[in-house]
T-cell receptor, first 111, second 106 residues
């Protein structure tokens, strides 16, 4: 399977804990995006990488969120000191141009 | 924040009928994209229309863009059961609306 993969698919954590998600994009894609989606809503843009450079970050993203893409390959999204409001599906997408290919998402539940 | 807003929020039609959903947005754009999301295949890119284009076709899909009204529409002709999904517009491809939930009745 050469699509976008995300790991883990599900994560349950207690409030206050840190969590890290991984995204492996399609190999030749230089652009990588992170989104958050809650039930009944569309995906909410979080951040965007071109190769290893983080070019855009949503102002809605608090300092508890950080993302990296070392060497322009896979990416990680870390949430520190999780809150119940962080419960959502976290989606990753990659592209070479306008058409984004989305992964299956990581569903985070904060208890 | 979500710039696009789709209308209607939900739509149920008989198989074979056409489905039209609309998207309104707030600021000037370079392009607008439509995506489909269902439980089986996740989010899938459908079509992109640039700000200097008024209409675009792809198979059974027809998209229009009216930059003066800051609105776009997606028409799905001859609907099929497999078209049951949520449809989102996304300005610049990254700012998504809340979506239209389309249900095709057999």
């Amino acid at each position: 399977d050469t699509g976008v993969s995300q790991d883990p698919r599900h994560k349950i954590t207690k409030r206050g804990q840190n969590v890290t998600f991984r995204c492996d994009p399609i190999s030749e894609h230089n652009r990588l995006y992170w989104y958050r989606q809650t039930l009944g809503q569309g995906p909410e843009f979080l951040t965007y990488f071109q190769n290893e450079a983080q070019l855009e970050k949503s102002r809605l993203l608090s300092d508890r969120f950080s993302a990296e893409r070392p060497k322009g390959s896979f990416s990680t999204l870390e949430i520190q000191r999780t809150e119940q409001g962080d419960s959502a599906m976290y989606l990753c997408a990659s592209s070479t141009s306008f058409e984004q290919y989305f992964g299956p998402g990581t569903r985070l539940t904060v208890t | 924040s979500q710039q696009g807003e789709e209308d209607p929020q939900a739509l149920s039609i008989q198989e074979g009928e056409n489905a039209t959903m609309n998207c309104s947005y707030k600021t000037s754009i370079n392009n607008l994209q439509w995506y489909r999301q269902n439980s089986g295949r996740g989010l899938v890119h459908l079509i992109l229309i640039r700000s200097n284009e008024r209409e675009k076709h792809s198979g059974r899909l027809r998209v229009t863009l009216d930059t003066s009204k800051k609105s776009s529409s997606l028409l799905i002709t001859a609907s099929r059961a497999a078209d049951t999904a949520s449809y989102f517009c996304a300005t610049e491809g990254i700012i998504f609306g809340k979506g239209t939930r389309l249900h095709i009745l057999p």
